[in-house]
């Protein structure tokens, strides 16, 4: 049997550093959990996966969300935008949280029309316990 073809890869318009950005997306309810970014192997490791795994730009390697707080993002599709240069992932949240602050979405704070932030969703689990 021979492999899948891995040219839908090529047809990603990669930056100048070899990443795309991604937006994780509750695949249920529509919500914007999160945003990382993905190099060719981070998006290959995923499609082959069926979970999400990102590259880190600050600690410059593969990240499989999950690994450590065991909230892990099961994809259940990959879509791209109409210029191949954002991929959408739609996923079940695994543990209810995507963000390292212990929060179901990283989008928590809220632009006030005072010029302020707010923060407008709870922290769902204490991330030193998340995280040891």
């Not at 937006?23 to 914007?32: K, L, P, R, S």
């Amino acid at each position: 049997m021979n492999a899948p073809s891995n040219r839908w890869l090529n047809e990603i318009c990669w930056d100048d550093q070899g990443l795309v950005p991604v937006i994780a997306q509750d695949a249920h309810t529509g919500e914007v959990l999160m945003f990382a970014w993905m190099n060719r192997e981070a998006l290959s490791l995923t499609a082959e996966k069926g979970e999400a795994v990102y590259w880190s730009r600050s600690r410059r390697k593969l990240w499989h969300k999950g690994e450590e707080s065991g909230h892990f993002q099961k994809v259940l599709e990959i879509r791209a935008d109409c210029d191949k240069d954002v991929i959408l992932l739609k996923i079940e949240q695994v543990g209810g949280m995507a963000c390292h602050t212990g929060r179901r979405s990283c989008f928590f704070n809220r632009h006030t029309n005072d010029g302020e932030w707010d923060v407008v969703e709870p922290v769902l689990k204490d991330p030193e316990e998340i995280y040891k």
